[in-house]
């Protein structure tokens, strides 16, 4: 099995559950303050919150920010739908668009602002966002989904439980602002899995350039690369495949047990094209030839090229079928 996926779904392998993460209000919850005390040693964090990772669930949360709220178009589905159902409810969002190179719209981000939704890179393409940048333009606090990379730039850093570890559970929130929240509102479980799902990943820096060697020299003219690699995160590669829609080949390379991904909209089974390729000016068709791949371990040349090769060998397949 060949996981190239693993930014998009994150399978947590050996998770148990044990009576100690049930909690009781009359008692000490160890578990919890050893949680609580994890987050911070490994983020720096002083609280932690959970709520629902859906769009009904960010919408709440936006709504409960006090003044001005930014969103990124390079945030995942989530956090975008739910600032759009926020501001069907009154609230006052200001978006900050992706340009023709994938990067933010930094020229759009400005002082009146009171709080941003901006991670550190971008979700689907994974290319990277200057979080100091966005630092030097606003004084907005900065909610930053960590999932798959951490800039310790943020002032509030978000989990997303399904990309972690494969559990559809909650967001876990974490801040250096005091939060009140009910024992039994807590979602230890969905903060257990986040936590260990993060500290479980492994990424390899090395196989990046040697996917992207294979990528040009076995397809050639077929291959388009919607965003330049050297800005995005170096365990992850985006490309584009001319002529056929990804699902396809998603699919029948799962039949090989080779696993890669269209975006999120792929990954969470919502048979949606990239909505980031859409945001950066390309067409849903074009959106529709996306494939990203990230890497968590070291491949051998020999191995890459084997890889690419059974791509290929499917993807010529596909395109005499059409």
């Not at 919890?32 to 911070?40: C, G, H, R, S, Y």
């Not at 159902?85 to 719209?105: D, N, V």
Request: with cysteine; glycine share 6%; charged share 25%.
């Amino acid at each position: 099995m060949i996981r190239l996926n693993g930014l998009q779904y994150n399978l947590l392998p050996n998770f148990t559950v044990d009576e100690r993460y049930s909690f009781e209000s009359l008692k000490v919850n160890e578990e919890l303050d050893l949680l609580q005390v994890a987050f911070k040693k490994r983020f720096g964090f002083e609280y932690m919150k959970t709520f629902s990772f859906t769009k009904e669930g960010f919408c709440t949360f936006i709504l409960d920010l006090e003044g001005i709220v930014a969103v990124s178009m390079g945030e995942c589905e989530a956090i975008v739908q739910g600032a759009k159902l926020a501001q069907k409810y009154g609230k006052e969002i200001k978006w900050i668009g992706l340009s023709s190179t994938g990067e933010i719209e930094y020229d759009k981000i400005d002082k009146g602002i009171d709080f941003i939704f901006v991670s550190s890179y971008v979700i689907d393409t994974f290319v990277k966002t200057d979080l100091s940048r966005v630092k030097s333009l606003t004084n907005a606090k900065i909610i930053s989904n960590i999932s798959a990379n951490f800039d310790k730039t943020c002032d509030m850093a978000l989990l997303d439980s399904y990309k972690l570890s494969g559990f559809g559970t909650c967001a876990v929130l974490l801040t250096n602002q005091p939060i009140i929240q009910n024992i039994g509102n807590i979602d230890f479980l969905g903060a257990k899995i986040c936590f260990e799902g993060i500290t479980s990943q492994i990424f390899d820096y090395t196989s990046k350039e040697l996917f992207l060697k294979y990528f040009q020299e076995i397809f050639g003219d077929d291959l388009f690369l919607f965003v330049n690699p050297d800005i995005t995160l170096e365990y992850s590669l985006h490309i584009g495949l001319k002529g056929i829609k990804a699902r396809y080949l998603i699919r029948s390379l799962a039949l090989d047990e080779v696993y890669v991904s269209n975006g999120e909209g792929c990954s969470l089974g919502l048979s949606l094209p990239s909505r980031i390729i859409q945001s950066m000016g390309y067409s849903e068709d074009m959106s529709r030839c996306a494939l990203v791949l990230n890497f968590d371990r070291d491949y051998t040349e020999q191995e890459a090229q084997k890889i690419v090769k059974l791509i290929h060998k499917n993807y010529r397949q596909i395109k005499a079928l059409q």
